[in-house]
């Protein structure tokens, strides 16, 4: 049993936010043996308060705390092990560790996700990348760059070797004279 959810979300102060939950598992769904449930906690020292859990009746059921009151919903679909809630009208009060809990028989184990809501009064901006994509695309280019010249660098050089090789045969077994030239009575092809 896995068990997905990201390790922290960003959520604008009065804003609606989804916190997500999915679930793997080597056993289809069954709805009477399936457990889940949903807990808050400030901070991980603290207890776990339990907001949602699946009930015996198969349905989601909120459970409303003073903390949440309405603001909290099913927002996932559990034909696709998705156990994902809705939180809206997000106060800084909200703030902490959200746990999303799993069991599926006949998996062993429980699977456990714990995601971090951070209330933020503004939304950073979004990461702009075309500095490193500029970068990254000139380091790139130079390396192609010098390795190509390398490679034909090594290639010239090993076309001259092959060049003077048969020069250096043809001299040492006594067929060209010094300067290259053939001797009577020998035929250069």
Known sequence: MDV???SFIN???GSSVKIPCTFTSCYKMDLNTFIMN???QETYNDTKEMFMIFSRRKEM???RTDRFGERVMFAGNLEKNDLSITLSDIQVEDMGIYNCYVMNFPDRTEGYGSIQLNVVTELPPPRDSTIAVAIGAS???ALALLIL???VLKCLR???KQELIPEEKMEEEGK???EGVAEEGTKQQ
Do not use: E, K
Request: no cysteine; charged share 10%; aromatic share 8%.
């Open 11 to 13: 959520a604008l102060n």
């Open 4 to 6: 997905l959810v990201p």
């Open 149 to 151: 010249s390398m490679v």
């Open 176 to 178: 060209l004279d010094p």
């Open 158 to 160: 090993r076309h001259q």
């Open 38 to 40: 949903w807990t808050y």
């Open 61 to 63: 059921v909120t459970l």
């Open 139 to 141: 380091v790139g280019g």
